[in-house]
């Protein structure tokens, strides 16, 4: 079956713009969760979306949103870009978020770059 | 604040040898450990994984080993193939979310 999709692959942007970033989870799968990844940093978690509800929110400002839609696709939003906002951005589906035995499916990210 | 490090960046290794990656953490209510793997320019793909109520686990050339008194947790590759060079996160989870290492790129040299 089709695995996770992001779109788009690279974008480039200027600081003060906004960016919408999508993802397409596997066929089935409830949860979507969001990632950035830096070097040095590793990989942070932003969200989680299960059946279009946040479920969980890590440590990032309010310019960090997203949302999920009735077929488990799931878009972020980053708003009032700053140059610390490059990065690779993951996301990652499941079926039901990825704890314990059930596993996290990653795509293959979206690269932004804040100029 | 880093929850979970992993202090080596890079490893390297020979063919046919062992592989040792090593990851400390600090919480102990993370219930599982994980690890993925990531090559270039493609998302983490899962390796393995270990509760935290056990000590081991294996699968095929990948074990995992906790060791919850010292916060650690080491995955070991044998024998180590060429394709196994990449990038490897460690990542540990609690009820509601997931903290990743910073990543070793481990390199086995032919």
Redesign the interface.
């Not at chain 2, 320019?41 to 899962?46: C, I, K, M, R």
């Not at chain 2, 009820?95 to 990543?103: H, L």
């Given at each position: 079956k089709a695995g996770v999709t992001q779109t788009p692959r690279y974008l480039i942007k200027t600081r003060g713009q906004q960016v919408t970033l999508s993802c397409s989870p596997i066929s089935g799968h409830r949860s979507v969760s969001w990632y950035q990844q830096t070097p040095g940093q590793g990989l942070q978690f932003l969200f989680e979306y299960f059946s279009e509800t946040q479920r969980n929110k890590g440590n990032f400002p309010g310019r960090f949103s997203g949302r999920q839609f009735s077929n488990s696709r799931s878009e972020m939003n980053v708003s009032t870009l700053e140059l610390g906002d490059s990065a690779l951005y993951l996301c990652a589906s499941s079926l039901f978020g990825g704890r314990g035995t059930d596993t996290q499916y990653f795509g293959p990210g979206t690269r932004l770059t804040v100029l | 604040d880093?929850q979970?490090k992993?202090n080596s960046p890079s490893l390297s290794v020979q063919e046919g040898r062992i592989s040792i990656l090593n990851c400390d953490y600090t919480n102990s209510m993370f219930?599982?450990f994980l690890w993925?793997k990531k090559y270039p320019?493609?998302?983490?793909?899962?390796l393995i994984?270990i509760?935290s109520i056990k000590d081991k686990n294996e699968d095929g050339r990948f074990t995992v080993f906790l060791n919850k008194s010292a916060k650690h947790l080491s995955l070991h590759i044998v024998p180590s193939q060429p394709g196994d060079s990449a990038v490897y996160?460690c990542?540990s989870?609690t009820?509601?979310?997931?903290?990743?290492?910073?990543?070793t790129s481990l390199t086995v040299i032919p």
């Open positions: - | 880093q979970v992993q219930d599982y993925y320019a493609e998302g983490p793909t899962f994984s509760s996160f990542a989870e009820g509601n979310q997931f903290y990743f290492g910073t990543g």
